[in-house]
């Protein structure tokens, strides 16, 4: 299934959390948005360095 909602793609310096709409300007400060769906790399992922740290010892 595919999604269609987006995420403002300034939230981080704009908002205090991830401003979503269907529409493609953030409807609170007018910023571009871009889907939110596909993240391949979360730099907040509070797994990511245990992920990491396991795929370097699976290999
Ligand atoms: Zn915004």
Redesign the pocket.
Known sequence: MKSDIRV?S??RE??DRP?YTLSET?P??N?ATENSAPAPFDPNDPYGEYRRALKRRNR
């Open positions: 403002c300034a939230w704009v908002h401003v953030c609170e400060c910023s």
